[in-house]
């Protein structure tokens, strides 16, 4: 019984470190998104084309914060669809460039595996409670 119960708590302490590593990515997709925000919306005067793209990536910013948050918004495959387009929209925006630049593609890096992870991986967050009726 002794096991049972330490099993229990070590668990518990896992899910708990792992929900507090998570909230140590809120500060930084916050100020990424406030950033990105800034600089493509309001300084830069986007056109059609480059409004969409702001929206997608400020989009996949969003879902890395309900990621961190430990948030389950809409659903995994509306998340999984905006990683698919994500990725080829950060291919297509790095050929229109003619490269990519190294601390750009890490800070993008975080962006697109954070998401992967909240998309694809954490069954934590997206585990429907299940009650059982008796």
């Known amino acids: 019984?002794?096991?049972?119960?330490?099993?229990?708590?070590?668990?518990?302490?896992?899910?708990?470190?792992?929900?507090?590593l998570r909230l140590l990515w809120l500060p930084w997709f916050i100020f990424h998104?406030?950033?990105?925000?800034?600089?493509?919306?309001?300084?830069?005067?986007?056109?059609?084309i480059q409004v969409i793209r702001s929206l997608i990536t400020s989009s996949i910013l969003i879902g890395c914060i309900f990621y961190a948050l430990g948030i389950r918004f809409l659903n995994r495959a509306f998340w999984q669809s905006l990683l698919v387009i994500g990725i080829i929209d950060e291919l297509i925006g790095g050929f229109?460039?003619?490269?990519?630049?190294?601390?750009?593609?890490?800070?993008?890096f975080s962006f697109y595996f954070v998401l992967a992870l909240y998309?694809?991986?954490?069954?934590?967050?997206?585990?429907?409670?299940?009650?059982?009726e008796t």
């Not at 998309?119 to 059982?132: E, G, M, Y």
């Open 1 to 20: 019984m002794k096991k049972h119960n330490k099993a229990t708590i070590a668990s518990t302490m896992q899910i708990t470190k792992w929900k507090s």
């Open 33 to 48: 998104l406030y950033i990105y925000i800034e600089i493509s919306f309001f300084i830069n005067s986007p056109d059609a």
């Open 96 to 108: 229109e460039d003619g490269g990519f630049d190294p601390v750009t593609v890490v800070v993008i």
């Open 119 to 132: 998309a694809l991986q954490n069954k934590t967050i997206w585990r429907l409670d299940q009650v059982s």
